[in-house]
């Protein structure tokens, strides 16, 4: 079990950029992965991206050169890089840590607007 704590979320017009943050509470290194998720007020949760252990990424088909989701493994955080944002990206926006087989870990969300 890890705290995983998301930051850098704000208000931005359409077509401007912002780098979220998701600061883990221990080392992420051997985590089977991590990843991003975003959850609109009457929307259902959606995966955005993904990232393994070997560092393979995935990402959502509306975010798809627009995303970017690294790590910092000696700094215990994870990113994600959203450049060319739409109003429809705007969600809160959550880390998730799969921490092993079958155990996962959530983030309390960062708030992402964007404007028109």
């Known amino acids: 079990q890890v705290q995983l704590v998301e930051s850098g979320g704000g208000l931005v017009q359409a077509g401007g950029s912002l780098r979220l943050s998701c600061a883990a509470s221990?080392?992420?290194?051997?985590?089977?992965?991590m990843g991003w998720f975003r959850q609109a007020p009457g929307k259902q949760r959606e995966w955005v991206a993904s990232?393994?252990?070997?560092?393979?990424?995935n990402y959502v088909d509306s975010a798809k050169g627009r995303f970017t989701i690294s790590r910092d493994n000696a700094k215990n955080t994870l990113y994600l890089q959203m450049d060319r944002l739409e109003p429809e990206d705007t969600a809160v926006y959550l880390c998730?840590?799969?921490?092993?087989?079958?155990?996962?870990?959530w983030g309390q969300g960062t708030q992402v607007t964007v404007s028109s």
């Open positions: 998730n840590a799969r921490t092993g087989v079958i155990a996962y870990s």
């Open positions: 221990r080392t992420i290194s051997a985590f089977l992965a």
């Open positions: 990232i393994n252990r070997e560092g393979s990424t």
